[in-house]
C-alpha cells in the first residue's frame, strides 16, 4: 500500500494540473452523488426531449410539447442526453461522467485563483476556501450537480476569462494571438450552450477595454477574440439558428423576441418578472439571496434562496483569515488591476441579469466568478493574527445563525434516476410496465408540466402537442383560460406562446386523439377544457404509465366533438 502511495505521488509530484483537475472531479462527482444527475424540472421537461427531437428529426412533427421550451437550443444537452442513453444501466457512471463539467468548472476558478495569488504558499487557502464558496453558492449548490447545461456553459466561460486575464501582458507574439482566439472560441461556445450568457457579454466587453494600455492593443485582441466567437457559435450554433429561422423568423426563438418580432412569441427578452413581486429594494440588492421565506412563493427556486446563506459564505471567510494569520500579504500592480477587471464583469454581468432574468440559475457563472472574487479579496484584507478561539466562535455563530434560519435543507434525498428505481404506485389494476401502443395517425396532447421527456418511449409515428397547463397556485383562473399556455408557467404572470391555430390544425387532421396528463393532480386535468380543442376524454378507457422517471402518468384516449 504504501509503495502505491509513493508512486501516486510521485506521478502526480510533476502533475499538479492533473491533480487538481482530479480533485475538482471528485468534489463534482459527490456534488451529483448528493443531489442526484437530474432531477431538474427542465431536464424532466425539455432538456431530455430538445436533443431527441433533434435527432430524430421531430422538429417540425411535434408541436411545442413542452411548450416554448420546445425550442431553447439543445446544444448544450446533447452531452448529457447521449450518456444517458449509453449508461442508463450504470447510474453510478452517468453520475461520474456528468460531473466533467463541474469539474472544468471548478478547476478554472481553482486556477485563476492562483493567477491571482502566485506568491500565495498556504495551499490550503487556495484550494479550500474557494473550493467552498464555489460548492455553497446557491444555485450551484441546488441545481450546479444535477442541471448539466447550465454547469456546461459555465465551464467555456471560466476558462475564457483565465485566458484573457493570464494573457493580457504577455508580449506581443502569435502565441498571444491564438491565446486570445481561444478566448473567443470558448465564450462562443458559452452562447452557443445558453443564450442566457449574452448578458454577460456587455460585462466582457467593458472588462476588455480595461484589459490593454493602448487603443490599439484593444482593436487587435478584440478583432482576434470576436473571430474566435463568432467562428465557434456559427459552427456549433448555427444550424439551430438557422432552423428557428426558417421556422419561426428569429434565429434566437424565442429569446430577445422585442428584437426579432417573431409571430409566435410575446415581443419580449424573456424576462421572468415572477421574482421581482413583492420586493424592497435592500431585498433586490441582495438577490439572489431573499429574505421571503416565510411567504408563499410564485416559484420553486424561492425556497434556495434563503439570506442563511450569507451566514455560511461569512463564516468560510472567517476560516480563511484564520488560515492566513499574519503571513505577509502581496497587493502588486498587477494584482490590482486584476481584481478590478473580475470587479467590472462580476458588477456588469450582475446588473444585466437583474434586469433581464433574475433566475437564480443563470448567475451559475457570475457566482463563480463571486467565489474568486471573495477568495483573493480575502488574501488582501489586513491580516492580523486573532486569537483561535474568537475565529472558531465567529464561524460557530455564523453557522448556527445560518442552521436556525427557514430554508431548504442541503441536499435532498438521492434521487431515484441515481437508484434506477421508478416511481411506482400501488395500482395492479391498472399498472403499465411498458407504455401502451398508440395508433398512427394520431396526435398526442400533454396535458400537464414536465411530459415531454415520455416522448422518445412512446410510438414515434404519433404526434406529440403542447396542451393548456393549468397551475396548482391559481387553478380557477387557469380553468378559465381558453389560449394555450407555455409551460413557463409557475407563477401569475404567463408567457403565452401562439401555436394554437397548427394545434387545431393537427388535431382536425388526426384520426386518433389521446391525451397524456400527470397523475399528481388528475382530477384538474380531467375537467380542463378541452373541448376547447374540440376534444373529450373518456375516463374508461384511462390507465397509468409507470417510467424509471419522478412521476407516473396517465394516458386516455378522447373522442372528438
Excluded at 94 to 115: C, D, G, H
Aim: charged content about 15%.
Amino acid at each position: 500500500m504504501s509503495s502505491f502511495v509513493r508512486l501516486f505521488s510521485a506521478y502526480f509530484k510533476h502533475r499538479p494540473n492533473m491533480a487538481l483537475f482530479l480533485f475538482c472531479w471528485a468534489v463534482g462527482f459527490f456534488h451529483i452523488l448528493c443531489s442526484g444527475p437530474d432531477y431538474f424540472f427542465d431536464m424532466l421537461n425539455y432538456h431530455f426531449y430538445n436533443p431527441y427531437a433533434v435527432l430524430g428529426g421531430r422538429i417540425g412533427t411535434d408541436i411545442a410539447p413542452a411548450g416554448v421550451h420546445s425550442y431553447f437550443s439543445p446544444t448544450a444537452d446533447f452531452f448529457y442526453f447521449i450518456a444517458f442513453q449509453l449508461l442508463a444501466k450504470w447510474p453510478y457512471m452517468l453520475a461520474f461522467v456528468s460531473a466533467v463539467w463541474y469539474a472544468v468548472s471548478l478547476f478554472f476558478v481553482l486556477k485563476i485563483v492562483r493567477w491571482f495569488l502566485p506568491k500565495e504558499k498556504n495551499f490550503l487557502f487556495t484550494t479550500a476556501i474557494p473550493t467552498l464558496l464555489f460548492f455553497f453558492a446557491p444555485a450551484i449548490l441546488t441545481h450546479g450537480g444535477y442541471n448539466t447545461t447550465d454547469m456546461s456553459s459555465t465551464a467555456p466561460l471560466l476558462a475564457s476569462l483565465y485566458l484573457t486575464l493570464s494573457s493580457r501582458k504577455l508580449p506581443a507574439s502569435p502565441r498571444k494571438n491564438a491565446f486570445f482566439i481561444l478566448a473567443g472560441i470558448l465564450y462562443g461556445i458559452t452562447f452557443a450552450f445558453k443564450y442566457t450568457n449574452a448578458p454577460l457579454l456587455a460585462g466582457y466587453v467593458i472588462m476588455f477595454m480595461f484589459c490593454f494600455s493602448s487603443i490599439k492593443d484593444f482593436f487587435k485582441y478584440g478583432i482576434f477574440f470576436t473571430v474566435g466567437a463568432l467562428g465557434s457559435f456559427a459552427l456549433i450554433g448555427g444550424y439551430w439558428c438557422y432552423k428557428m429561422y426558417a421556422m419561426f423568423g428569429s434565429p434566437l426563438f424565442p429569446f430577445y423576441n422585442n428584437l426579432f418580432h417573431s409571430p409566435l412569441f410575446e415581443p419580449i427578452a424573456l424576462v421572468d418578472k415572477r421574482f421581482f413581486i413583492g420586493k424592497s429594494l435592500w431585498e433586490i440588492m441582495l438577490l439572489p439571496f431573499t429574505f421571503l421565506f416565510n411567504q408563499p412563493m410564485n416559484t420553486i427556486e424561492f425556497r434556495f434562496r434563503g439570506i442563511s446563506w450569507l451566514m455560511y459564505f461569512a463564516a468560510i471567510c472567517c476560516w480563511g483569515k484564520l488560515l492566513l494569520g499574519k503571513q505577509k500579504k502581496y497587493f502588486s500592480a498587477e494584482l490590482r488591476s486584476g481584481i478590478g477587471l473580475l470587479c467590472i464583469f462580476f458588477l456588469s454581468g450582475y446588473i444585466l441579469w437583474l434586469l433581464l432574468f433574475s433566475i437564480f440559475r443563470y448567475a451559475m457563472p457570475l457566482e463563480a466568478v463571486g467565489a474568486i472574487l471573495i477568495t483573493v479579496l480575502l488574501s488582501v484584507l489586513p491580516r492580523r493574527k486573532y486569537p483561535l478561539f474568537f475565529s472558531g466562535l465567529l464561524c460557530g455563530l455564523f453557522c448556527f445563525y445560518g442552521s436556525i434560519l427557514p430554508q431548504v435543507k442541503f441536499f435532498p434525498k438521492m434521487n431515484r434516476i441515481l437508484t434506477a428505481k421508478g416511481t411506482r404506485e400501488k395500482r395492479p389494476e391498472l399498472m403499465r410496465e411498458n407504455p401502451p401502443a398508440i395508433h398512427k395517425n394520431s396526435v398526442v396532447i400533454l396535458q400537464g408540466w414536465m411530459l415531454s421527456y415520455y416522448i422518445p418511449f412512446l410510438s414515434p409515428s404519433a404526434r406529440y402537442v403542447g396542451g393548456l397547463q393549468p397551475n396548482l397556485y391559481h387553478y380557477p383562473d387557469v380553468l378559465s383560460r381558453l389560449e394555450i399556455i407555455s409551460t413557463f408557467s409557475v407563477g401569475p404572470d404567463f408567457f403565452r406562446h401562439r401555436f394554437a391555430p397548427q394545434v387545431h390544425q393537427a388535431i382536425k387532421e388526426a384520426k386518433h386523439v389521446y391525451v397524456l396528463m400527470q397523475d399528481v393532480s388528475p382530477q384538474i386535468f380531467f375537467h380542463a377544457p378541452l373541448t376547447h380543442y374540440g376534444v373529450q376524454v373518456r375516463p374508461d378507457s384511462c390507465r397509468w404509465l409507470s417510467t424509471p422517471y419522478i412521476y407516473s402518468s396517465i394516458l386516455c384516449e378522447a373522442d372528438k366533438l
